[in-house]
């Protein structure tokens, strides 16, 4: 059981669901993004969905499962976004595609869905980052999760009081020479095995940085495959 020290958040419980076939092939349509966590990775990675078969799905394979030697038979855990609920598929490695596009076959076990209640939409990504909590000398190396218009959910090993403000400074693909700039307030705190996720609110951007979000964030919604898909060529 996951264990929140504190959110300001609406606190959501999951709910076991069966989709119907139509839901299904919505939820898990091709060239949707799904976030994908493996026990022998250090954090949940992103790939794109190519096709759903009856009880199984079809992803592009990260190159982090060839790093990390995840094999048939393997246990995952991947999360879909998909209007007002997030999707969790408990499932199985069951095969591998060796041509191209190189895909993960996962059999799946169970679905449950959580009711996303969040004021903006969020859009899931692996973005590097560099955190400077307020009065704290060294700056810590975190990884965006996810990012709406107004917050960040980010995963790193140290940890930081809740209700602190950070100043964030994001490598997001938008200006080649600039980060993607602003401060913001830890607002959740999930303790993981390896590591601890955060979940902050922006509250302070100037007018220039606002401009990135705002063309990040359009970006997303146009294309949000076409970020992930980068990754994976």
Known sequence: MMNV????????????YVLSVKEKEEVFRRGAVISIKHGYIFEPILSVIQKTEGESLYFRIPEEFLKNNVFKGDIVSCQ??????????NGTISGFE?????????????????????????????????????????????IIKNISMTGVGAVFREEIEPQSLVNVFVNASIDKVQS????????????????????LEIVEIDELNKDKLDKLIYRLECNEAEFVSNSLK
Request: net charge positive.
């Open 180 to 199: 993607l700039e602003f401060k913001a307030k830890v607002n959740r705190i999930i303790n993981r095995e390896l590591y601890n996720e955060y979940g």
């Open 80 to 89: 879909v976004m998909q209007g007002e609920y997030e999707y969790i598929v």
């Open 5 to 16: 020290e504190l959110s300001n958040w609406i606190p959501v419980q999951k709910e076991e």
């Open 98 to 142: 060796l041509t191209y596009p190189w895909l993960v076959q996962v059999s799946i076990k169970s679905v449950s869905r959580v009711k996303n209640n969040r004021n903006a939409k969020r859009y899931l990504t692996n973005f590097q980052s560099k955190f400077y909590p307020k009065g704290a000398g060294d700056n810590i190396y975190a």
